[in-house]
């Protein structure tokens, strides 16, 4: 097998390269010259026959082929330095480490991870939370939680659920505000919008009011992330978009209301993903397993 591998530091400089997009960023993290770089990348791009990186003014693109080689060499050196990492703690502590949203993180996943905790307490639970998907080259999650149609390059997907979408208040707010009669009634009302997930089908106020047949023409309050425009619906703010999974709860606890009786079924669905470019740590796996039966149950 070494004999059809190039060499190591060919690979360690297109790895450094490849992530900064630039030989002499690359050449300032190995301690090299920019000079050595380039000359290890030609080397790398002679072995595999193709060129790697486009050389513009004042950095470097990937190629196609650059692309296709840049996601497994990142993998590999994220995999040796986790591997290694763990052989230096020599605690042998067994650990897994899930990237999920703000708002599942906090309103679905915190919830439950005591059940998961009392049957295996001896596995430590870390969390990587985030709106934006996380990259499983950086090496720091095991496995990630992402709602969309879960189709994604390099990654397997595992169904957890699909979702409903309603409006939901505080009590106190509506009664300030006055009950809207139609969706129409609530498009003028003071609105709540927050940050979703760019290309993954999250439903934003537009959306939302179209899937039931309605032109939005109201005005909205951004925010950041899906956790904040909840505290704001709590705190008598406005109308939020409440996704049952998250809001359930506090709408059975009388804390949200819902002033409509008008749902929608969420377009895309929540997904467990792993890389399937790389071993699966059987702890990784003992938890996967128990959140895809907790969220079918």
């Known amino acids: 097998m070494r004999r059809d591998l190039p060499s190591p530091t060919a690979l360690l400089a297109f790895e450094a390269s490849s992530r900064l997009l630039s030989f002499k960023l690359a050449a300032a993290e190995l301690n090299v010259s920019p000079a050595a770089v380039s000359r290890q990348i030609r080397n790398l791009e002679e072995f595999v026959g193709q060129m790697l990186f486009h050389r513009l003014h004042r950095r470097v693109a990937l190629t196609d082929a650059g692309e296709q080689l840049a996601g497994p060499v990142g993998e590999g050196f994220a995999g040796m330095a986790n591997a290694l990492a763990a052989l230096q703690s020599g605690d042998g502590e067994r650990q897994v480490t899930i990237g999920t949203t703000v708002g599942f993180a906090f309103y679905w996943l ?88 760019a290309g993954d089908l999250w439903l934003d106020w537009a959306s939302w009011f179209r899937y039931i047949g309605h032109r939005a023409t109201g005005m909205r309050r951004r925010y950041l992330n899906y956790h904040i425009g909840v505290q704001l619906a709590l705190a008598g703010e406005g109308y939020a978009l409440g996704w049952h999974s998250f809001v359930g709860g506090l709408v059975d606890e009388r804390r949200l209301v819902r002033p409509l009786d008008v749902e929608i079924r969420s377009p895309g669905a929540f997904f467990l993903t792993l890389p399937n470019s790389r071993p699966i740590s059987p702890e990784t796996r003992l938890f996967a397993d128990w959140l895809v039966s907790v969220a079918n149950d």
């Open 110 to 197: 915190m919830p439950r991870l005591a059940g998961f905790s009392e049957n295996w307490p001896d596995i430590t639970m870390n969390q990587v939370v985030a709106d934006e998907p996380v990259d499983f080259a950086e090496g720091r999650v095991d496995l990630a939680v992402r709602y969309g149609s879960g189709q994604w390059p390099g990654l397997d997907s595992r169904y957890l659920f699909a979702d409903q979408i309603y409006p939901v208040c505080s009590s106190a707010f509506l009664e300030r505000s006055g009950w809207p009669k139609t969706v129409a009634d609530l498009d003028s009302c003071p609105l709540i919008e927050t940050h979703g997930i």
